[in-house]
């Protein structure tokens, strides 16, 4: 038995008894507080029914979902999948230190709180390879066209940058207790002064999406791509990610960030610390990591 008052769905509340009764895959935000929402999923499959709740935390404005959530780390232990959420951020962050730039409100602007404790360090790039590919199949449930994950974690449709993901690890006691997994998707935003590359879900399709259907099929999706991880499915993971793979077999152009040299190659994959493996002429293998290596459009 489960009580609960339905924001979506505002002529409904009550008692549930009977969870089949409910539509497969419907779902629905749960106020408690007015700060703090639990989202909770029903899904009937093979007349079972699972759910799962997490805590979301929607914010007007902050800095960066990310550090918010790194504080709450520092300062007490969230729960499992707890969800940040911003309308606005002064400072977002990506890959390498680079800024983070989204018109408020156009976009979905997040990071979720992962407790991991079975993997190993040296892993970690595993999880990169599971949000990435959960980003990915939930825009493509949206009818998203023509997605690719360009290596490490970008996410690409027909060419144009859509999402960016930020993963920092949370140590404690030298080991891997969790992620804090931050998410950029431009969404309703058509406009990208100085970013040519970049691109957003309006754009390329001309819809108008709702920011909270795709937080749901985001993290959905992210609960499935978990499971692969937990089953420590490490060799199925790589193969899903590398399907989806930006260029891969075919030649491509890099730039060393190193001395800035210009080199040409083809991505063969990825290693299983995550490095970009990239054939060379005369058949030579090389393994570089993000430090060391740019691919270019």
């Known amino acids: 038995m489960f009580k609960f008052a339905l924001r979506s769905a505002p002529h409904f509340s009550g008692t549930v008894r009977n969870y089949s009764t409910f539509l497969q895959s419907e779902a629905y935000y749960v106020q408690f507080t007015q700060s703090y929402y639990f989202f909770v999923s029903l899904t009937i499959l093979f007349n079972r029914t699972f759910i799962f ?41 990506g890959q390498m230190g680079t800024a983070w730039v989204s018109v408020p409100g156009k976009n979905l602007t997040f990071s979720v709180y992962k407790k991991i404790n079975c993997l190993h360090r040296e892993e970690v790039f595993f999880l990169s390879m599971a949000v990435s590919l959960a980003v990915l199949q939930a825009l493509n449930k949206f009818g998203i066209p023509q997605l690719k994950i360009k290596w490490p974690n970008d996410i ?13 690890s949370v140590i404690k006691g030298d080991k891997l207790s969790a992620a804090i997994v931050g998410i950029g998707l431009n969404v309703n935003q058509t406009g990208f002064e100085a970013l040519p590359s970049a691109g957003s879900l309006k754009s390329i399709t001309g819809i108008h999406y709702n920011l909270d259907e795709l937080l749901n099929g985001i993290i959905t999706e992210l609960k499935q791509c978990e499971k692969m991880i937990v089953d420590r499915k490490f060799e199925l993971l790589k193969q899903k990610y590398e399907q989806h793979l930006f260029r891969k077999d075919r030649p491509s152009t890099f730039t060393n960030c190193v001395d800035n040299t210009v080199f040409m190659g083809f991505i063969k994959g990825i290693s299983e610390a995550g490095k970009l493996i990239i054939a060379l002429e005369d058949e030579v293998i090389r393994e570089c990591d993000l430090k060391e290596v740019k691919l270019m459009y």
């Open 156 to 168: 690409l449709s027909a060419h144009q940058k859509i999402c960016g993901i930020l993963i920092e």
């Open 53 to 93: 709740c997490m805590h979301i935390i929607k914010l007007d404005a902050i800095d960066s979902t990310n550090s918010y959530l790194r504080s709450l780390s520092i300062s007490g232990d969230p729960d499992d999948y707890t969800v940040v959420v911003a309308h606005k951020q002064t400072k977002g962050r």
